[in-house]
């Protein structure tokens, strides 16, 4: 729960900290300068509050000098300035108004959006708790964000999510707020330390309630980022990945994930049993005759092959996929640097659903280096 000022409430604690071991006393002065101006945006918001003196949008609208948004759902612009109506969440009659700021300039420090830092915002959840509106700024930041309504398990709270999209490739980071008593209050951050989330590149988040569940599940899905096998940043290679997280009433703990099922998630898999020498499970990602070339294969056979013709895949080994052209077809090849060498991997498939691994041929070329 926030700190309070007056009738307002800073739901993301912006007041300045102590510097954390090894912090220099520069980048806290500009920490504690940079809560100080968001504390001062507080005030000033709470300040024009006091001239909206009655329970509608409209009242807001003229006191803060801000025009309502037309568009349709939760969808806030978070590159202008804007009030949303979220409608009657609390059962009062009167809507609950997210609002949209962006800071004034301050000296010759122009807030503009350039390609490398988009404006900053402040955002702020109002709501009328009789008398007066009330105010929670929720987050200020500069990533492109969604704030969504979501089911509640209390019937006199509402929760709220906040989803932020950080860098090139958009990874989705949620948190979760609640409203009560017309305060809107942090309830979990999937960028906290103690988290369990985990976002995914080019992802989305949805919610589903669950009968079972004390509050929504959560799905996030996008493309995965395993570590053994490395996929170009926006390219054709890769594969998906999908994950569920129950609500147990503090926190969003992560229940299943599922994966495509392609030829790249094959070759991980693959790579990953290899990397643990777990035999067994790569033998069961290929096609035994065909990718050992022989009537009779076997495990033992199997696990001779790949220590003595591939040795590299048993070794903590970082393999990155080649990315085909853009009028080339996708041929699933993939590369390894050495010190003194680099290889390049051709693996086949079959053509039935199993896509099993029927041949991986290795070509070695001259390296960059040399």
Known sequence: MGAAHGPLTDAMQAAPQPAKSGES?????????EAGAIQ?????????????????????????????????????????????????????GVSVVALNRLPAASGNAANETTAEQPAA?????????????????????????????????????????????????????????????HVASLLWDGRADESQ???????KIEFLQSSASSGPEMITSGRADPGLLQFPKGGRRGFDVQAVYGWDGRAYIPKKTEYSPNQDYQLYQFISALHLHNFRAAYALIDPAKFLKTD????????????????????????EAREPSSNAAVDFAFELTLEDKHYVYHPSFSADSKQLLTGLERLEEKSSGN
Do not use: C
Not at 306 to 315: A, H, I, K, R, T
């Open 121 to 181: 915002w402040e955002l702020f959840l109002l709501a009328w708790d009789g008398a007066a509106w009330r105010a929670s700024l929720l987050k200020a930041g500069f990533e492109p964000y969604e704030l969504r309504v979501i089911s509640s398990s209390h019937t006199d709270t509402v929760h709220l999510a906040l989803i932020l999209y950080g860098g090139a490739t958009a990874v989705p980071y949620p948190a979760i707020y609640q409203l009560k008593e």
């Open 296 to 319: 009779s294969p076997s495990l033992d056979a199997f696990r001779q092959r790949m220590q003595n013709g591939l040795p590299e895949f048993l070794d903590d080994q970082i393999f």
């Open 197 to 203: 989330y985990e976002g995914y590149p080019q992802g």
């Open 40 to 92: 001062a945006d507080v005030a000033l918001v709470q300040a024009a509050l006091t001239r909206a003196r009655v329970p509608d949008a409209h009242s807001l609208s003229e006191a803060l000098g801000i025009d309502i948004s037309r568009s349709k759902g939760d969808s806030i612009d978070w590159e202008t300035n804007g009030l949303k109506d979220l409608g009657d969440l609390n059962g009062d």
């Open 25 to 33: 006393s520069s980048g806290q002065a500009s920490s504690d300068q």
